[in-house]
Nanobody
């Protein structure tokens, strides 16, 4: 089970940190990922971090602004989002996958809403 939290309303240029709590799975075996889905759009990849935490990967639209980290001792993954812009408005989902492939995910969270607006 994956449970996201930390979403909310923020002004352009602001920051948020999303959290994802994992339970019922062997956390250290899974690559952890963040996706987002804006209204009327398809779900898109945002970032992922390897099961060891040594490797990460970002969508071009968020590179340099977002950072994904994991705390394996707590089975948590975080997405630090800085310099948020209105186009970042979306429901953000956490996922876990044995594969590094963005499209291969074994578990999904329910999502948390992020709204960037003045």
């Amino acid at each position: 089970r994956l449970v996201e939290s930390g979403g909310g309303l923020v002004e352009p240029g602001g920051s948020l940190r999303l959290s994802c709590a994992a339970s019922g799975l062997t956390f250290s075996a899974f690559n952890m990922k963040w996706f987002r889905q804006a209204p009327g759009k398809e779900r898109e990849f945002v970032a992922q971090i390897s099961n060891t935490g040594r490797n990460s990967d970002y969508a071009g639209s968020v590179k340099g602004r977002f950072t994904i980290v994991r705390d394996s001792s707590r089975a948590m993954v975080y997405l630090q989002m800085n310099n948020l812009q209105p186009e970042d408005t979306a429901v953000y989902y956490c996922s876990a996958g044995m594969s590094w492939n963005h499209l291969a995910n074994d578990y999904w969270g329910q999502g948390t809403q992020v709204t960037v607006s003045s």
